[in-house]
């Protein structure tokens, strides 16, 4: 599920991400988010799982909207989910594991017959941190409410921007070229970070 709120803030992020890649990078980042670093052996081993299930599935990579490479798709959840992870920690969001699963379980619901596994695969994540990704989503979307998103497109998008340019502010990106640069002027340039809220909206439980 896309919406104004999700495109807004992964622009703005990506826009963000832009301007620091070119920044120096610790010997075999393939990027730095805050302080926390990920190696490009990390990253190299979530795609060998994406891409092993995505072979078991019978999915080829034409089939799936991923914007890049298989490996800038992986990073740039990988980015998404340290960012809120960091933000959210910084401003005492708590994740309940019930949360994470009602909201995949929400979601295999509406999408009748579906899998974690083609969860994970379409939200360019090894189905291993499918429940992290679920996570950032929901500290997002506590996140976007805290800072006055309600249902019309205004406070939303100024949520977004706050949100956003307060998650760059505290935690920046640095990205290592090889993986290629977000390219804020284009369309695509959201999926540089992958589209949390596609999930849809919350469980009445986990958005109190």
């Known amino acids: 599920m896309k919406s104004t709120r999700v495109r807004v803030i992964l622009a703005v992020m990506a ?5 620091t890649a070119c920044s120096p990078l610790q010997a075999g980042a393939a990027a730095i988010v805050g302080d926390q670093r990920i190696s490009t052996s990390e990253l190299s081993a979530d795609v060998r799982e994406y891409e092993k299930v995505m072979t078991e599935a019978g999915v080829s990579a034409g089939q799936l909207q991923l914007q890049g490479s298989i490996p800038q798709a992986l990073l740039g959840s990988k980015i998404f989910i340290s960012q809120l992870d960091q933000l959210g920690a ?7 594991p ?3 699963e009602a909201l995949i379980a929400q979601v295999l619901q509406q999408q009748q017959g579906a899998t974690k596994e083609q969860l994970a695969i379409n939200n360019a994540v090894p189905p291993s941190e499918l429940n992290a990704l679920v996570r ?3 500290v997002q979307q506590k996140l976007m409410a805290k800072y006055g998103a309600g249902q019309d ?7 977004a921007q706050k949100l956003a340019q307060e998650a760059q502010a505290a935690f920046p990106i640095t990205r290592n070229p090889r993986y290629g640069e977000p390219n804020p002027q284009a369309q695509s340039a959201a999926d540089a970070i992958i589209e949390s809220n ?5 469980p009445a439980a986990a958005g109190r």
């Open 15 to 19: 826009a963000g991400a832009a301007l």
């Open 90 to 96: 910084r401003d005492g969001v708590a994740v309940t």
């Open 98 to 100: 019930a949360e994470i």
């Open 136 to 138: 950032a989503s929901i």
């Open 153 to 159: 497109q205004a406070s939303q998008q100024a949520a």
């Open 198 to 202: 596609r999930f849809g909206a919350l």
